[in-house]
T-cell receptor
């Protein structure tokens, strides 16, 4: 299965600032997925990122708040913009491979 | 869209007992049903999955069953060990399609007491 490197692993940010999370995959993949996991909750899909096209956002998530880049088939970034304490969550990227969906280790974000 | 319901939310068992977690899904077009284990501070790890053309799959102490007619699937862990303690998530997707996103259940906190 694919190996995903996600950075940073954790960060503490001031409200009103932005954080960009990077996701690097060791093989080329068509779709990359970004999820949010709020404290003690399940995973919720933010958006699907295809290379060469704009990301597709799920209901409740907008591009201005969570801009996504997908410059090639092995890399993607998610930016959490104008952060508030409600954005404190774990953010995870995921890819679908031959053996199912693999997840990165996540970015634990705390907004103060 | 797809909706996945998972029960129970917490499960406490004695070491050596069996544990069963159940999920139901709403989208009859879903064809892929994975189970993930998430330990504290880590991303979800795939432990077993099943596709819609199979009714049961087993891997050592872990098994998954799927009932497409009733749209439910279950995780069975036998001979539980303390290291099985974690949060378990079920999920469903239309794998291999442009709708191939995972929809997760709410999670089950499994505690195995020595």
């Amino acid at each position: 299965s694919a190996v995903i490197s996600q950075k940073p692993s954790r960060d503490i940010c001031q409200r009103g600032t932005s954080l960009t999370i990077q996701c690097q995959v060791d093989s080329q993949v068509t779709m990359m997925f970004w999820y949010r996991q709020q404290p003690g909750q399940s995973l919720t899909l933010i958006a699907t990122a295809n290379q060469g096209s704009e990301a597709t956002y799920e209901s409740g998530f907008v591009i201005d708040k969570f801009p996504i880049s997908r410059p090639n088939l092995t890399f993607s970034t998610l930016t959490v913009s104008n952060m508030s304490p409600e954005d404190s969550s774990i953010y995870l990227c995921s890819v679908e491979g031959l053996y199912g969906y693999t997840f990165g280790s996540g970015t634990r974000l705390t907004v103060v | 869209g797809e909706n996945v319901e998972q029960h129970p939310s917490t499960l406490s068992v004695q070491e050596g007992d069996s544990a069963v977690i159940k999920c139901t899904y709403s989208d009859s077009a879903s064809n892929y049903f994975p189970w993930y284990k998430q330990e504290l501070g880590k991303g979800p790890q795939l432990i077993i999955d099943i596709r819609s053309n199979v009714g049961e799959k087993k891997d050592q102490r872990i098994a998954v069953t799927l009932n497409k007619t009733a749209k439910h699937f279950s995780l069975h862990i036998t001979e539980t060990q303390p290291e099985d303690s974690a949060v378990y998530f079920c999920a469903a997707s239309r794998s291999g399609t442009s709708y191939g996103k995972l929809t997760f259940g709410q999670g089950t906190i499994l505690t195995v007491h020595p």
